[in-house]
């Protein structure tokens, strides 16, 4: 998440599942094996083979994008990538590549076989994406010294690495960028609950706490299906439960995170506010993605990157042509009378 936008949410106190916050402790909950890494069962096999076959022709995997709602275990990803093919891994991020410079200098630096990880390269520059272009394809690096009419081109050959990126927004990377990751193009799918359940009793373990089975029930139905909500409410439920000095169960865990303001299905205050300005101010939509924004003060695409997956999957919302529309689960949920399908003015 960029600095701007945490510190917006942080002046309006609303986003209360900081993305900075939560990210911290994925380090210490990610699995160093691929053994022990749960779900996105179809990418792995996929990447079982890509890396194996690789490895076997002595080669660089080729390049590897990862797309997808945050949270579902992008990064953790390429750190495997890197174990299984005992390479080295960089680590950047779109928005820390200001200058053409900057890329040139992360890219001569790396060793034969490096895995290069760019999280988020939706924000690269056009510049710099034309750049990487040339590094992707050729192992070379195209860079122009000087300006104007004593302007040269130098070239300079780079050693074999593998790119491996992610981002949340796949509509952003262009058609050019996207068809250079020859390794694959994987998108990462939300969890099952028995999934979630799985990841929060491992964490529970690495943490040492004890936890009830219906505890772990209770914090999956609300982790939005997914891992790094799930170690994050995990988390505050320990916290919780020692200051209360009683164990991790169902009630505990319940009252917990109602008090972190995550109801029944998992929605923050912020999925909510959208919910009401859709139904309420608007009839229940369609209403445009702007307005919505407008209406709640907040920024378009923090919605569309945080908050929409998650009630798209739950079948709370619907893009249509003419913007987002509430369905009738959510006029449930959010304590409304259900409108005849006919009444809809979809
Ligand atoms: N922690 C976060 N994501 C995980 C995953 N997919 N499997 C196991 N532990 C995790």
């Not at 200098?105 to 040339?134: A, M, Q, W």
């Not at 249509?320 to 959010?334: D, I, K, L």
Request: with cysteine; hydrophobic share 40%.
């Amino acid at each position: 998440m960029s600095s701007d936008k945490t510190n917006n949410a942080g002046e309006r106190g609303e986003r209360e599942i900081n993305e900075k916050d939560i990210r911290s402790l994925d380090t210490a909950l990610r699995p160093e094996r691929w053994d022990d890494y749960i779900g996105q069962k179809q990418i792995k096999d996929n990447l079982r083979v890509l890396l194996g076959a690789a490895k076997e022709r002595k080669h660089a995997p080729e390049h590897i994008l990862f797309y997808g709602p945050p949270g579902l275990g992008k990064t953790t990803l390429a750190h495997l990538i890197a174990k299984e093919t005992g390479a080295q891994m960089k680590v950047t991020s779109g928005p820390a590549i200001e200058k053409v410079g900057d890329l040139a200098s992360i890219i001569t630096n790396l060793s034969p076989g490096d895995i290069l990880f760019i999280d988020e390269i939706h924000r690269l520059n056009k510049t710099i994406e034309e750049v990487l272009y040339p590094a992707m394809e050729s192992g070379a690096l195209d860079i122009i010294i000087g300006k104007g009419p004593s302007a040269r081109t130098i070239q300079l050959e780079l050693p074999p690495f593998t790119l491996v990126a992610a981002t949340t927004r796949i509509a952003m990377i262009s058609a050019p960028l996207r068809s250079r990751f020859s390794g694959g193009i994987f998108r990462l799918e939300f969890y099952s609950d028995k999934e979630i359940e799985e990841i929060i009793r491992r964490s529970a373990k690495i943490l040492g706490v004890e936890i009830e089975e219906g505890a772990v029930s209770e914090i999956a139905s609300r982790s939005r299906f997914t891992p790094r909500t799930a170690n994050y409410f995990l988390k505050r439920c320990r916290d919780f439960a020692q200051m209360e000095r009683t164990a991790l169960s169902n009630d505990i865990v319940a009252k917990a995170l109602d008090m972190l303001g995550i109801d029944k299905r998992g929605l923050s205050p912020s999925d909510r506010a959208i919910l009401s300005v859709v139904i309420e101010k608007f009839a229940g939509g369609p209403v445009g993605l702007g307005t919505i924004a407008a209406a709640l003060s907040e920024e378009e695409e923090t919605i569309e990157e945080f908050n929409e997956p998650y009630l798209l999957q739950l079948g709370f919302i619907e893009r249509t042509p003419r913007g987002r529309s509430a369905t009738n689960a959510a006029r449930v949920h959010m304590g409304h009378k259900p409108v005849p399908s006919e009444q809809k003015l979809i």
